[in-house]
């Protein structure tokens, strides 16, 4: 748990000289306005407004960022209630502190964002903001793992993502990413359950048993210890980070172009939606924007990705319960979308198909008929499935009730996406951020009641048939004419036949692979509709080629956080019923 | 905003029964097994391999360096795609020759297991020098096989374009059309491509192709 300073060997020079012009958002004045009226609001000398960022944001002193967390959430016309984002920044040798600690909230009834930022130091820890929002659990952890920050008052602050034997702080400015770490058997971390109530007339004794990380009923590796009463569990704990691969280090050492390959590997089951999310924050950054052909078919592919994301999700969710059928049903279609995504651009899993500014290259010229192909055949698949699940009294009186979640308990928790809808909260980045064109198509928000597992089903199954509407329009309407990439040469690489041909083109072509793409300074966040739930992108730039921090807001992660709770008192087959529904993927979990 | 609110219907007393509604169940699960038995050709199952999966025509596969007309390798050591490789998997070396000046890669070599198949080499490239084939089966027996040099990667000129996937149409398409992909699975490799002759293991390896003055000057 220490941070030996010896590891962090790496002469870190400061961020890159530049002369770009600092970042100026969109609407900005808007914003200013929005965060001069929060700050009389919350009314307290210790809260700083910093102007001119892409959402409100707040300096906060450090001894007081709880009471200002609890302000936010508690005042009944902000409302600040679920947390979205907290994660770590580092700045050597800045004088008000090494660190950054960035908290992002999101207020359901305004439709509102806010970004708190804190400044500490190695040896100044960060009051914990647990007894307000739980959901920051992991986060601080993270934080904690990948920084050193210290979180006060956190009742498990340990290594989340790398193991016990990592030594340093992988993302700090000085880390040396190339050391490697041994972990042995002997130095695995032993994980004890809390058990809060053995009742003591039970005629078993307490078993602990370990599920994962390779278990077949994980889908990834997981790992989930869980402690029993015969079959109950009454003590479960999680831990993650078997494919951590620290995207976000990886992002900091590559230059904003060649991130978008290791986006593909966050949630590998909707990759475009990943990469058109990467895309469009650097694009915000830029101030750009891709043109129109390019936006229709992120939007088209991210809707057949959102749905593949679904079915994938209920199959093996059903799959763990027995039901195989279902499996071969619903993956034959997927099947067919990820032949539409390789004939676009030449992957079927992790297609890297958006580049900054566009796309790689334009969708085949029978793009429509095999779209309009794929929107014919999809329902026919789903209603089967659906027949076969929702008349079947054993999955229905396998799935209802288990897994629940309250809705107040799952917006504390920072649950998005389809987990949260199924609470009945109908928050959905496309309605209330809308995106690439969202705002102009026709489709509803699925919510259902509960929180179970049956709940996200249902939520799930909805959502698959909005998207089908959304495609349908969209196929009316046609592919827009036009190039699928902006015609810049800071951002795009010429077209082949001039770099082969034209000196200029050639120059630009070589500047732009040695030299990047270098947006302005300043940083921003940008959030759109994963299959799992908001995936945003905060990138902070110097100016450089590399992002100076990227990190990316991983909807699942925030979702398992509450695991372990969902399940105690429940059998161990619930609870692979319920981890199946919240549609866990490792590789965005542990990126 | 449209929201809709997803009911939960009640189970109805047939349902509750249970057996009948498997027997209806079984139903649908019979009515694909007749219209598969009836529709075999369109199953869409692949008896691989025997059978392979024909890529479109951008499948990002295994690479090739391209030659010009006199079978010298296009590539000119610039450097550019192991610049813009995310993977840091290429390792060049440039020589120089005496004669006509030109700068030519003496060591070319590709980890295809550090590679991720993004393409972007194929994108950085101004000498339309890397392609990337619709070569997927790269089985290798031992980790240090999987580094490919030039003998290996260097196809000789004039090369059908029909194994070829990702290749530098940045901003323009070549070909009209499925972008070559069916999806479906066809017999042998040579077929796959569109063409009916035996496969041609040959066009992928560096030693078939005949001994050509540009070999002995590159010392190969
Ligand atoms: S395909 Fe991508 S990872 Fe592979 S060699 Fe080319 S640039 Fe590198
Ligand atoms: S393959 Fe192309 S980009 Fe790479 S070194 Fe050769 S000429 Fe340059």
Redesign the interface.
Same mark, same amino acid.
């Given at each position: 748990m220490s941070t030996p300073t010896r590891f962090s060997s790496m002469p870190y020079t400061g961020p890159a000289p530049t002369n770009r012009k600092p970042f100026v958002p969109a609407g900005l004045e808007a914003i200013d306005k929005r965060c001069d009226e929060i700050q009389a609001k919350i009314a307290a000398p210790y809260v700083t407004a910093v102007p001119g960022q892409d959402l409100p944001t707040f300096v906060v002193e450090r001894e007081k960022i709880v009471d200002v967390l609890r302000k936010l959430k508690e005042d009944t016309e902000l409302r600040f209630e679920l947390p979205i984002d907290l994660f770590g920044v580092d700045y050597p040798r800045r004088p008000e502190g090494r660190f950054d600690v960035v908290y992002q909230l999101y207020s359901i009834k305004n439709n509102d964002r806010v970004r708190l930022v804190v400044h500490t130091d190695e040896d100044k820890p960060v009051p914990s903001s647990l007894p307000v929002f739980q959901g920051f659990d992991w986060f601080e952890r993270e934080a904690f793992d990948m920084y050193g920050i210290r979180f006060d008052g956190h009742y498990n602050l340990r290594r989340i993502l790398t193991h016990e034997m990592f030594q340093g702080h992988a993302l700090r400015k000085d880390y040396d990413p190339a050391q490697r770490w041994l972990l042995t058997e002997k130095d695995v971390a032993k994980i004890v359950p809390v058990v809060e109530h053995h009742p003591e007339d039970s005629d078993f004794e307490q078993v602990t048993l370990n599920l994962g990380p390779s278990h077949p009923a994980t889908h990834g590796t997981l790992r989930i210890v869980v402690t029993l009463d015969g079959e109950k569990i009454i003590g479960a704990d999680t831990e993650i980070g078997y494919l951590h691969r620290c995207f976000e280090k990886m992002a900091e050492t590559h230059t904003y172009q060649q991130v978008i390959p290791f986006t593909d590997r966050l949630n590998y089951c909707s990759a475009i939606i990943n990469n058109v999310g990467y895309s469009l924050a650097v694009e915000k950054l830029l101030g750009i924007e891709a043109p129109p052909r390019a936006q229709y078919i992120r939007l088209v592919l991210s809707e057949f990705m959102r749905i593949a994301d679904h079915l994938v999700c209920i199959a093996t969710n059903v799959l763990d319960m027995g039901a195989l059928t279902n499996f071969w049903y619903l993956y034959q279609p997927r099947e067919e979308i990820y032949q539409l995504v390789e004939a676009c651009c030449g992957a079927r899993l992790l297609p890297t198909y958006t580049r900054i500014g566009g796309l790689s290259v334009d969708a085949p010229a029978n793009f429509l008929d095999m779209a309009k192909a794929l929107v014919k055949k999809l329902p026919s698949h789903i209603n089967d499935a659906e027949k076969l699940l929702l008349r079947n009294r054993i999955f229905l009186e396998r799935v209802d009730g288990i897994g629940a979640i309250t809705r107040e308990s799952a917006i504390n928790h920072g649950y998005t996406g389809p987990c949260l809808r199924a609470t009945g909260v109908p928050y959905d980045v496309r309605k209330a951020k809308p995106y690439i064109g969202y705002d102009t198509y026709d489709f509803d928000i699925p919510v259902a009641e509960g929180g179970d597992t049956l709940a996200r089903t249902l939520v799930r199954l909805e959502e698959m048939r909005q998207s089908l509407r959304i495609l349908h329009q969209a196929i009316e309407r046609g592919l827009p004419a036009g190039p699928v990439i902006v015609d810049d040469p800071y951002v795009a690489l010429p077209p082949k036949e001039k770099v082969y041909n034209e000196m200029e083109s050639l120059i630009y072509h070589f500047k732009l692979i040695m030299h990047g793409i270098q947006p302005p300074v300043g940083e921003t966040y940008f959030a759109v509709e994963g299959g799992n739930g908001e995936l945003g992108y905060h990138i902070v730039s110097d100016g450089s080629k590399n992002p100076y921090r990227v990190r990316v807001r991983p909807p699942c992660f925030a979702v398992y956080q509450a695991f372990r709770k969902m399940i105690v008192g429940q059998t161990i087959a619930d609870a692979i019923a319920t981890l199946g529904s919240l549609n866990i993927i490792a590789g965005e979990l542990d990126r | 905003?449209?929201?809709?609110?997803?009911e939960?219907?009640k189970?109805s007393f047939m349902?509750?029964l249970?057996i009948p509604?498997?027997v209806?169940?079984m139903f649908?699960?019979l009515r694909?097994l007749i219209h598969n038995l009836l529709n075999y050709k369109d199953l869409?199952i692949i008896n691989y391999p025997e059978v392979k999966r024909v890529?479109?025509e951008?499948?990002?596969g295994r690479h090739i360096l391209t030659s010009r007309e006199d079978g010298t390798t296009r590539c000119v050591a610039c450097y550019?795609c192991s610049?813009?490789c995310?993977?840091e998997c290429i390792t060049i070396e440039a020589g120089e020759d005496d004669r006509t000046r030109e700068k030519f890669p003496t060591r070319y070599e590709i980890d295809l297991l550090r590679c991720?198949?993004?393409?972007?080499c194929v994108?950085?490239c101004?000498e339309?020098a890397i392609y990337?084939t619709r070569d997927y089966e790269l089985a290798i027996d031992t980790r240090a096989r999987s580094v490919v040099g030039l003998r290996d990667l260097v196809v000789p000129p004039n090369m059908p374009t029909e194994p070829m @996937?990702?290749r530098?149409?940045? &901003?323009?398409?070549r070909k009209? @059309?499925?972008?070559g992909?069916t &999806?479906r699975g066809q017999e042998i490799r040579a077929a796959a491509f569109g063409d009916e002759a035996a496969p041609n293991p040959e066009l992928y390896k560096g030693e078939a192709r005949p001994k050509s003055e540009a070999d002995s000057r590159q010392g190969a």
């Amino acid at each position: 748990m220490s941070t030996p300073t010896r590891f962090s060997s790496m002469p870190y020079t400061g961020p890159a000289p530049t002369n770009r012009k600092p970042f100026v958002p969109a609407g900005l004045e808007a914003i200013d306005k929005r965060c001069d009226e929060i700050q009389a609001k919350i009314a307290a000398p210790y809260v700083t407004a910093v102007p001119g960022q892409d959402l409100p944001t707040f300096v906060v002193e450090r001894e007081k960022i709880v009471d200002v967390l609890r302000k936010l959430k508690e005042d009944t016309e902000l409302r600040f209630e679920l947390p979205i984002d907290l994660f770590g920044v580092d700045y050597p040798r800045r004088p008000e502190g090494r660190f950054d600690v960035v908290y992002q909230l999101y207020s359901i009834k305004n439709n509102d964002r806010v970004r708190l930022v804190v400044h500490t130091d190695e040896d100044k820890p960060v009051p914990s903001s647990l007894p307000v929002f739980q959901g920051f659990d992991w986060f601080e952890r993270e934080a904690f793992d990948m920084y050193g920050i210290r979180f006060d008052g956190h009742y498990n602050l340990r290594r989340i993502l790398t193991h016990e034997m990592f030594q340093g702080h992988a993302l700090r400015k000085d880390y040396d990413p190339a050391q490697r770490w041994l972990l042995t058997e002997k130095d695995v971390a032993k994980i004890v359950p809390v058990v809060e109530h053995h009742p003591e007339d039970s005629d078993f004794e307490q078993v602990t048993l370990n599920l994962g990380p390779s278990h077949p009923a994980t889908h990834g590796t997981l790992r989930i210890v869980v402690t029993l009463d015969g079959e109950k569990i009454i003590g479960a704990d999680t831990e993650i980070g078997y494919l951590h691969r620290c995207f976000e280090k990886m992002a900091e050492t590559h230059t904003y172009q060649q991130v978008i390959p290791f986006t593909d590997r966050l949630n590998y089951c909707s990759a475009i939606i990943n990469n058109v999310g990467y895309s469009l924050a650097v694009e915000k950054l830029l101030g750009i924007e891709a043109p129109p052909r390019a936006q229709y078919i992120r939007l088209v592919l991210s809707e057949f990705m959102r749905i593949a994301d679904h079915l994938v999700c209920i199959a093996t969710n059903v799959l763990d319960m027995g039901a195989l059928t279902n499996f071969w049903y619903l993956y034959q279609p997927r099947e067919e979308i990820y032949q539409l995504v390789e004939a676009c651009c030449g992957a079927r899993l992790l297609p890297t198909y958006t580049r900054i500014g566009g796309l790689s290259v334009d969708a085949p010229a029978n793009f429509l008929d095999m779209a309009k192909a794929l929107v014919k055949k999809l329902p026919s698949h789903i209603n089967d499935a659906e027949k076969l699940l929702l008349r079947n009294r054993i999955f229905l009186e396998r799935v209802d009730g288990i897994g629940a979640i309250t809705r107040e308990s799952a917006i504390n928790h920072g649950y998005t996406g389809p987990c949260l809808r199924a609470t009945g909260v109908p928050y959905d980045v496309r309605k209330a951020k809308p995106y690439i064109g969202y705002d102009t198509y026709d489709f509803d928000i699925p919510v259902a009641e509960g929180g179970d597992t049956l709940a996200r089903t249902l939520v799930r199954l909805e959502e698959m048939r909005q998207s089908l509407r959304i495609l349908h329009q969209a196929i009316e309407r046609g592919l827009p004419a036009g190039p699928v990439i902006v015609d810049d040469p800071y951002v795009a690489l010429p077209p082949k036949e001039k770099v082969y041909n034209e000196m200029e083109s050639l120059i630009y072509h070589f500047k732009l692979i040695m030299h990047g793409i270098q947006p302005p300074v300043g940083e921003t966040y940008f959030a759109v509709e994963g299959g799992n739930g908001e995936l945003g992108y905060h990138i902070v730039s110097d100016g450089s080629k590399n992002p100076y921090r990227v990190r990316v807001r991983p909807p699942c992660f925030a979702v398992y956080q509450a695991f372990r709770k969902m399940i105690v008192g429940q059998t161990i087959a619930d609870a692979i019923a319920t981890l199946g529904s919240l549609n866990i993927i490792a590789g965005e979990l542990d990126r | 905003m449209g929201v809709i609110k997803i009911e939960r219907r009640k189970q109805s007393f047939m349902e509750r029964l249970y057996i009948p509604e498997t027997v209806k169940g079984m139903f649908v699960t019979l009515r694909h097994l007749i219209h598969n038995l009836l529709n075999y050709k369109d199953l869409p199952i692949i008896n691989y391999p025997e059978v392979k999966r024909v890529y479109s025509e951008r499948f990002r596969g295994r690479h090739i360096l391209t030659s010009r007309e006199d079978g010298t390798t296009r590539c000119v050591a610039c450097y550019m795609c192991s610049t813009a490789c995310p993977a840091e998997c290429i390792t060049i070396e440039a020589g120089e020759d005496d004669r006509t000046r030109e700068k030519f890669p003496t060591r070319y070599e590709i980890d295809l297991l550090r590679c991720v198949y993004c393409g972007y080499c194929v994108d950085a490239c101004p000498e339309d020098a890397i392609y990337m084939t619709r070569d997927y089966e790269l089985a290798i027996d031992t980790r240090a096989r999987s580094v490919v040099g030039l003998r290996d990667l260097v196809v000789p000129p004039n090369m059908p374009t029909e194994p070829m @996937g990702w290749r530098p149409y940045y &901003g323009e398409i070549r070909k009209e @059309g499925t972008a070559g992909g069916t &999806g479906r699975g066809q017999e042998i490799r040579a077929a796959a491509f569109g063409d009916e002759a035996a496969p041609n293991p040959e066009l992928y390896k560096g030693e078939a192709r005949p001994k050509s003055e540009a070999d002995s000057r590159q010392g190969a």
